[in-house]
């Protein structure tokens, strides 16, 4: 996207002499430096959350999928895309239960655009994709809902129970929060639902060389500022 400037180069060589020359020239880079940091894109970064806990008992079947120090969906380890590698030993697993609840405290309140939920099936009659509803709360009690994703498990790719692929997941994106607490629900679909990780997305992280360049420009414009009110440069 192009960016305006209030002063453009070109006019400062018409500048005729060489002390407005390169004040002109130093406002305009000063000026352009701002302008540019402000238009630069902001990269998202993930907003890790203080712990969680969730409202029904994790289950059993062929192993046991349970998250005794509510550590697994938080600790960056992901289950492949087939449930059965490792026997099973990176995910969270319940069975039977219509709405699965799982609230996230965070040390304050978190600006978060986006949650990323990963989870996996291999058959309708076994392990399915839930859909999720996504809450935000500010004192842990009082819940609104801040965003949704309805699933059919039909339109997303079933994976071998034994494949090592990597983990696919259900991204819930448009999201204002600006809340302490937030609840992910999952909405069963099938029998089993899983999940290995859950990732909350900051909407806008500057870059470190973008907050150097508008600090630089910032620098540039006090620096003008204060020679003016020191009085003309000597020619």
């Known amino acids: 996207m192009p960016i305006w400037l209030p002063i453009s180069a070109e006019r400062c060589k018409k500048s005729k002499k060489r002390a407005t020359y390169m004040k002109c020239l130093q406002t305009w880079l000063a000026v352009a430096a701002v302008l540019i940091a402000a238009g630069a894109p902001a990269n998202a970064a993930l907003v890790s959350p203080l712990g969680y806990t969730f409202d029904e008992p994790t289950s059993c079947g062929e192993f046991c999928y349970h998250d005794p120090n509510f550590t697994k969906?938080?600790?960056g380890?992901?289950?492949?895309?087939?449930?059965?590698?490792?026997?099973?030993?990176?995910?969270?697993?319940?069975?039977?239960?219509?709405?699965?609840?799982?609230?996230?405290?965070?040390?304050?309140?978190?600006?978060?655009?986006?949650?990323?939920?990963?989870?996996?099936?291999?058959?309708?009659?076994?392990?399915?994709?839930?859909?999720?509803?996504?809450?935000?709360?500010?004192?842990?009690?009082?819940?609104?809902?801040?965003?949704?994703?309805?699933?059919?498990?039909?339109?997303?790719?079933?994976?071998?129970?034994?494949?090592?692929?990597?983990?696919?997941?259900?991204?819930?994106?448009?999201?204002?929060?600006?809340?302490?607490?937030?609840?992910?629900?999952?909405?069963?679909n099938g029998p089993w639902t899983f999940s290995s990780e859950v990732t909350f997305v900051d909407p806008a992280v500057p870059e470190p060389a973008t907050w150097a360049m508008m600090a630089m420009g910032l620098l540039g414009l006090r620096l003008l500022a204060s020679r003016r009110r020191e009085g003309p440069a000597l020619v």
């Not at 997303?156 to 034994?162: D, K, Q």
């Open 77 to 188: 380890i992901l289950g492949n895309s087939g449930w059965e590698t490792n026997q099973g030993a990176a995910w969270v697993g319940w069975s039977g239960y219509p709405v699965i609840n799982i609230d996230f405290s965070f040390a304050a309140p978190a600006h978060i655009s986006a949650v990323n939920f990963y989870t996996t099936q291999d058959y309708l009659a076994d392990v399915v994709l839930p859909s999720l509803d996504i809450y935000s709360s500010k004192d842990g009690s009082n819940w609104s809902l801040a965003g949704a994703l309805s699933v059919d498990p039909n339109n997303y790719p079933f994976y071998n129970s034994a494949s090592t692929g990597l983990t696919p997941f259900l991204a819930v994106s448009g999201l204002a929060i600006d809340a302490q607490y937030v609840r992910v629900s999952l909405l069963r």
């Open 73 to 75: 969906l938080t600790d």
